[in-house]
């Protein structure tokens, strides 16, 4: 009778095997689902009176098809092409904001500059100065809109970060569940859908911060974060943004320090957020500072159709007006040099005034002292606001062109002519000349009467004769564009005078730091503006170094920088912008290479985890077939032993 | 031993499907936007290098555009200019061709024909001088804003046209693009001034000559010279007359001029006086203003009511006076020396003047060749032509000559800048044709790496779409032939 029990055990073991069956076909497409596999065994033979007797099957467990090789490499890959995707999304959002076309930061440089072109052909024009205080204001509105756009980005990132850890930290929840759960699991009992629900927790949880895996003996799993700093499973970690500098880490549990993550989605929002962002927000700042500290200095060194100017007050104030001016909270750095002041009087005598300046040593204070000793200027520190205000006398107006002085110092001249200086200096330096008188009498009258022009080391520049044969009132030329006449009237022998010739009129950068005269305001892409002073009297618009309406000479200056090499002195303002937007667009183009590759190595660790995990339905199929065959050949054991049963008590009857 | 076969699941199926399929419609859709929009690169990461040239590419063709239309307008006022100068140039022949008939006429009639018409030439001219281009003076450099030119008849007789040039010194350029400009106004005192003074011309009969010094005083000018005082040497009891101040014509140190008195009554009464050796005049002593005139028509005033009684003899004559070259606004005491500086009060010119041989009263004529501008010699060549001054015919020959050379020096410097705003314009049309072409290039290039090369858009577009298709058509065939299908 004990076929029976034989019987039985196939029985119960092929319906076992076709549920098992029945399972896989049931999770064919469920991400994650590893296939299931019967094991069976034949139940060991025992004697009864000598005689063998065979126990039948047994299902010894059910087996989860698993490479574990492969679900860490898969787990692994995961939080890599998380970390590339997050990262690609990143920079195509700065690639977005740094492309050129309409209304782009490109274009409206080159609007600018072409605008401030254009004002030469009618540089009197109010229409076509207010032109280009309208691209200048574009301008500025496009870097302030940009830096405002990457700040958002910026923030949207950090949104991102604590939502990314509220979730990692619900995950670390959940696979606390399941691993408490599998610890309770009765010995013996391979909890199989625990194990799929771990791999899959621990997916998500790589696909936010990267997990390192290493499976262990009976099915355990050893699970580190943090470049193996931290180990997750049992305990319910939860992490927390913890803000050091600007710099955002994460922390464990209120402790420790932080964690940048290596892997995942949140690895490379970190990255955004503390590194790549900042990157471009200073590159773009950069750009701006540079832009405005050159354009200013290049504004601030002429005068616009209002002429010279009667008050100036500084827009950058210091933070002390008594203090170094290095140390004074300037917006860009000044370094020791030369000012060169001109003031021009009632009758438009123009005489020029050097004050070297050193902001290592000289305060606002000091510059406004230096300042008030030059005849028809008043320089007064406002010790509220920190700024500089320059007042002229009245009958006065001062600037900054480093036009020639007209009338040149006179301290050591007794003679009644009037020397003028006149031209446009054309030398590279700074430098001054001294004009000595050789013999006395009546200009372009006395016989040997000359003037020797000696450079600022002495050398002689040129000797010219005043007596006769000199037409007084005529100029005559010396050198480098200047020249130099003698109104009627005679000269002493002996007497000299000097004259400042002014390449740059501000060598230390003073004008653009303090922001006197400047065209725009501000020290980087968000505070960049364009003056209001100049917004609202266009004729201060400064196109010119002279009062003449039709002088174009600064704005050709302004223009010339538009391709001069003024950003670290190798690229101009739209190189260097297209260099950025080319290093993000490479940036962008690389990683959308990477991402490409880890999809395919993700795809193909996917695939070959299918090929060990995955529901073949043919195989299930076949599978089924085979236990249904053995099924029925268990119901035939049973009708063969009924059979022979049944034989047995016809013998009998 | 067994052989290890690659499983192939379902999923693995569909999911190759997904994977793939998708693949195709990003690059569908890829190639669906270039073809569309005719743009293969919209981005900077759809090719670095290439978008960064198209950019530069965009804005060298926007400067490119810019400089194309500040070109046009600066040929615009250079043509103007250059139009102008030309009729100016014109003008200025037939103002030389005035000149050289003024020299061959016979009749002052004839000249003050000439005359009439030089005045036409000059009005014209003064016309030409102020010429604008959309309220922009052509003439007036970098202060083009206000009429560079105001034109004054002379207030000193003799003098020349007063030009006051209130144009800037400075030419106006425009900015073509950086490191680029083009003069387009240039000062109306590099065109129609001249700068070559020559050595003064003085005609006259004062015995006034030119100094040695030299001269500020521009075109011409009057030299006055007139009489301030007389005084004799003691002895003779005669005294100046009435009129003498200013009524005298003579000038000169002591003994340059000496008056004879002889007192034919022995007691003042009467007898006789002569200047210089000329004309004996008799006197008496009642007369307190007698002419008396030299043999070279020399003239002064004398009063004889004291003559001393018996005198005979002769007696030094010191004349003194004064030299004025504006109208007598300003004088200048004569001192007989080399170098006398005259000045005009108005302008502060001057002109040096050798006094010591003046001898008589009366306007000189000064000319300062190679110092009037174009509208000063037209006017000055009117003024001859209308004979205003009191030259003979020989000097009015050789200051019409004179006049020649200087409208022949002053034509060559406006054809001079003619030929500097010509060439230009010539320069800006050549650069135009360089912007044309570089706009042409920049466009090409700009369109080769940008626009899509639609042939091979499409043809890759049919590529994909075409494994789209199969890549549906596989797994289906795939996921529908299944065991099942056979077990049935």
Known sequence: MFQYSIGLTALRGNQFAIDSVAHNIANANTPGFHRREVMMSARADYRIDGRIIMGGMDIDRIRSIRDGILEASLTNSVGETALISQQLQTEQTIESLFASGTGSLHERFAKFFTELSQLSTDPNSISQRSGVLFQASQLSDQFRSMSSQLASAKNQTRVQIEQEVKNLNFLLQDLSTIESRMRVAPTGHVPNDLIDQRDQVVNQIAEIMGVNRNELVDD??????????????????????????????LSIDQIGDGIIPGQGRLASLMDAYNNTFDHYQ?????????????????????????????????????????IPLSQAGLPFPVEAGDLYLNVTDASGNRQTTKIAFDPETQSLADLASAISATTGVQAVVDAQTGQLNLFSNPGYKFDFTGQLETIPRLTTFTGTSTP?????????????????????????????????????????????????????????????????????????????????????????QLLSALGLNSL?????????????????????????????????????????????????????????????????????????????????????????RDAVSGVDLNEEMIQMSRYQKAYEASTRIFSTIDAMFNDLINILG | MATMYFRATSLAVSSRAIHYSSQQSSNILKLQEQISSGIRVSRSSDDPVAYQRITALQSQRMTLQTSDYIITDAETKLNIGVSQLRE??????????????????????????????????LARLEQLANAQQSGQYLFGGSRYTEPPFAFARPTTPGGTLETNYKGASQVSSVVIGPGTKADVFHPGTDIFYQNQRGATVLYGKSGAQTGTGTDTLIGRATLQVRHTGTVFAAGSGIATGTSSLGGDTILGPAGRHRIEVIDTSGTGAFGTVSLNGGPAVPFDNSQTNLEVSGRNGE???????????????????????????????????????????????????????????????????????????????????????KTTRDLDDSQLAETLGRKLGELDRLSDKVILNVGIQSTTLQGLEQLKFRNQDLNVEAETLQSNLQSTNLSEAIMRLQNEMTLQQYTYTVASQILSQRLLDFLQ
């Open chain 1, 520 to 608: 725009f305001n501000g020290h980087d892409a968000y505070t960049m503006v364009v003056n209001s002073e100049i917004t609202s009297h266009p004729d201060r618009l400064a196109t010119a170094k002279s009062i003449e309406l039709g002088d174009t000479t600064n704005l050709l200056k302004m223009v010339n920088l538009q391709t001069d090499l003024t950003v670290d002195g190798k690229a101009s303002f739209e190189q260097f912008l297209g260099n950025v937007t080319t290093e993000i667009g490479s940036r962008v183009r690389i990683t959308i290479s990477i991402e490409t590759q880890l999809q395919q190595v993700k795809a193909d660790l996917e695939k070959q």
């Open chain 1, 220 to 249: 355990g799993l050893g699970l580190n974060i943090g470049g193996g700093r931290v180990a997750i499973g049992m305990v319910a970690t939860q992490f927390e943004i913890s803000n050091q500098n600007g710099e955002l880490s």
């Open chain 2, 88 to 121: 100016i140039h014109s003008l200025m022949t037939s103002a030389r061709q005035l000149a050289q008939s003024g020299v061959q006429a016979t009749s002052d009639a004839e000249r003050q024909a000439l005359a009439v018409e030089a005045e036409g030439v």
């Open chain 1, 282 to 322: 200073s590159q773009l700042d950069k750009l701006a500072q540079q832009f405005i500290r050159e354009m200013n200095q290049s504004h601030a060194k002429g005068i616009g159709s209002a002429g010279p100017f009667q008050f100036l007050s500084s827009n950058n104030p210091v933070t002390r007006t008594d």
């Open chain 2, 299 to 385: 003239r002064i005033y004398v009063n004889t009511t004291a003559i001393t009684a018996g005198f005979s003899g002769t007696i030094d004559i010191t004349a003194n006076g004064t030299l004025s070259v504006d109208g007598g606004a300003t004088t200048t005491a004569i001192d007989f020396s080399a170098n006398q500086i005259i000045r005009d009060g108005n302008s502060g010119k001057m002109a040096t003047i050798d006094s010591t041989n003046i001898t008589f009263t009366g306007d000189d004529y000064l000319e300062f060749p190679g110092t009037a501008n174009v509208f000063q010699a037209v006017f000055e060549l009117v003024q001859d032509l």
């Open chain 1, 420 to 508: 003028v200086i006149s031209g446009q200096y054309s030398g590279s330096d700074n430098s001054q000349w001294r004009v000595e008188i050789v013999g006395s009498g009546e200009v372009g009258v006395a016989n040997n009467l000359l003037a020797r022009v000696f450079d600022a080391s002495g050398g002689l520049v040129k000797e010219l004769n005043i007596g006769v044969g000199y037409e007084a009132g005529q100029p005559l030329t010396i050198a480098d564009g200047v020249s130099l006449q003698f109104n009627s009237g005679t000269v002493v022998g002996g007497d000299e005078f000097t004259t400042d010739l002014v390449a740059n009129s501000d060598t230390g």
